[in-house]
């Protein structure tokens, strides 16, 4: 019988969040291959294709957002190298601070 004991969940949450190196991931894979045989999934997909339009609509207008955001920000950058040292240094500076 398998259980998970505060070690085993110590090396999942630290490997899902990146606290650790990548040897974490070999840990974490027998604890997912457990999870998998032990659970089943059974989705009815014409009772999620309603959500799941939505949730593509709001997907796609983020990634607009951040497509446009990167970029304004790449032709700001641009600008600025344009100008010299002193203002790409300052862009630079600006958009560390902005972020």
């Given at each position: 019988?398998?259980?998970?004991?505060?070690?085993?969940?110590?090396?999942?949450?630290?490997?899902?969040?990146?606290?650790?190196?990548?040897?974490?991931?070999?840990a974490?894979?027998?604890?997912?291959l457990?999870?998998?045989?032990?659970?089943?999934?059974?989705?009815?997909?014409?009772?999620?294709?309603?959500?799941?339009?939505?949730?593509?609509?709001?997907?796609?207008?983020?990634?607009?957002?951040?497509?446009?955001?990167?970029?304004?920000?790449?032709?700001?950058?641009?600008?600025?190298?344009?100008?010299?040292?002193?203002?790409?240094?300052?862009?630079?500076?600006?958009?560390?601070?902005?972020?």
């Open positions: 019988m398998y259980t998970m004991n505060g070690d085993h969940l110590a090396l999942y949450f630290d490997t899902i969040f990146g606290l650790e190196n990548n040897h974490s991931y070999v974490v894979f027998g604890i997912l457990k999870l998998r045989q032990r659970a089943t999934l059974r989705l009815q997909w014409r009772a999620l294709l309603p959500s799941l339009k939505e949730y593509l609509s709001a997907g796609a207008l983020v990634l607009v957002r951040t497509v446009g955001k990167v970029m304004s920000y790449t032709v700001c950058g641009r600008e600025a190298a344009l100008l010299g040292a002193v203002p790409a240094a300052a862009h630079n500076l600006m958009f560390n601070l902005g972020e």
